[in-house]
């Protein structure tokens, strides 16, 4: 009886290593069946894909005398994109001229603004104080060279927000902002 015992519990403690043993079969034989399956449905792609390759390879020997050729730095320009380009550069050209007429009228009613005896900055406060406001002082700036602009704004804007009447004021702030431009480096805006 103690053999029939042992043998029970023998089999019953290795009933789920043989259940996990015969379970891992039919996961692994599964597991083949899908792959086999993902396979066989992957096969059909390929063959789509080689033959759009095919079809687009032959497609391009077709367009190639059509197409020009690719380039990278100092192109010519088609006639297309030439139109484009003078186009687009008179379109500045037309914008530069119609600034510098807008501060032409702007200057006109300040003449201060082109009184070269003047610094900057007093011509400003100057124009100011005898009613330019501060979007007509603006269309001044807009005139002027580029790098300019920045600092010249500026100046415009530290002048109307701080309130600044007086044109003695004028040397101060167009010094810094000049040393500024000179440097190369923005400014902080300091309360004048």
Known sequence: ?????????????SL?????AQLTQMFGAIHTAQYAITKAKNLVPEQDTAQQQTQQAQQQRIDYPNQRPPCYANCPL????K????AMQQRGQQQAQQQIDAARKVIDMCPDLKDSRLISGERIIRCRN??????????????MPVLAQ?????MVQDIYEDNITDPRK???????????????????????
């Open 78 to 81: 088609d006639a297309e994109d």
């Open 83 to 86: 139109q484009k380009y003078e």
């Open 170 to 192: 004028g040397k101060a702030i167009a010094d810094y902002y000049n040393g500024c431009l000179q440097r190369g480096t923005p400014c902080a805006r300091p309360k004048w």
């Open 130 to 143: 005898k009613g330019l406001t501060e979007e007509q002082q603006m269309t001044v700036v807009g005139a």
């Open 1 to 13: 009886m103690k053999i029939s015992r042992v043998s029970a519990v023998v089999l019953a403690a």
């Open 16 to 20: 789920p290593i043989i259940a996990h």
């Open 150 to 154: 920045a600092y010249a704004a500026s």
